[in-house]
């Protein structure tokens, strides 16, 4: 049971550039969604979705897009790459209801 | 701004000694509240719940305390160990927080002294 997948580790790209961070879950939960966690700030909600083909977005989701095309992957685009955007990346899933976040060990990303 | 902030940044603390890190909330409509911790270059693992019909829930070594009067939860950590060094942050959770209703905190770097 790997829990949450987050993949890759680390990146570094190139103002402009575009990628895409993945995430896959194996627990079968409903909820899933992306932070982004910079120093000071605390985690912030990009975008999450409630289920296979429902997507919202969240605190900060200018530059990002998402997609859940399955209940077990929920990936990340960056659209164009802009320096604002280094920071470390979160995939998070949780059941509907009152229960707590899982997360995965995050993509730590550099824009330069 | 913050609806769930910190008392203090960091807390420093024997190896041995008990450990407490606290927690303010201002919406009184939050009805569960979860505490993470956070070990350097690792993602947040899920320590304890707890809903706002209890007072207090224990795991094992942990305990949480809900005080919804003052809006304040805490948690304790028994006979903290090398291994309790991380950062520790609290979440709240309730229909008008964020759009998936989770809000969180900044968190407390736990430091044990040897």
């Known amino acids: 049971n790997a829990g949450v997948t987050q993949t890759p580790k680390f990146q570094v790209l190139k103002t402009g550039q575009s990628m895409t961070l993945q995430c896959a879950q194996d627990m079968n939960h409903e909820y899933m969604s992306w932070y982004r966690q910079d120093p000071g700030m605390g985690l912030r909600l990009i975008h999450y979705s409630v289920g296979a083909g429902i997507t919202d977005q969240g605190e900060v989701p200018n530059g990002y897009n998402v997609s859940r095309s399955t209940t077990e992957d929920f990936p990340l685009r960056l659209l164009s790459a802009a320096p604002s955007q280094t920071s470390v990346y979160f995939c998070a899933t949780r059941r509907k209801g009152r229960s707590p976040l899982h997360f995965g060990n995050g993509t730590r990303l550099t824009v330069t | 701004g913050e609806s769930v902030g910190l008392h203090l940044p960091t807390l420093s603390v024997q190896e041995g000694d008990n450990s407490i890190i606290n927690c303010a909330y201002s919406n009184s409509a939050s009805d569960y509240f979860i505490w993470y911790k956070q070990e350097s270059g690792k993602g947040p693992q899920f320590i304890i719940d707890i809903r706002s019909n209890m007072d207090k829930r224990q795991g094992q070594r942990v305990t949480v305390l809900l005080n919804k009067t003052v809006k304040h939860l805490s948690l304790q950590i028994a006979a903290t160990q090398p291994g309790d060094s991380a950062v520790y942050f609290c979440?709240?959770?309730?229909?008008?927080?964020?759009?998936?209703?989770?809000?969180f905190g900044k968190g407390t770097h736990l430091i044990i002294q040897p």
């Open positions: 979440a709240e959770l309730n229909s008008g927080g964020g759009a998936d209703g989770l809000t």
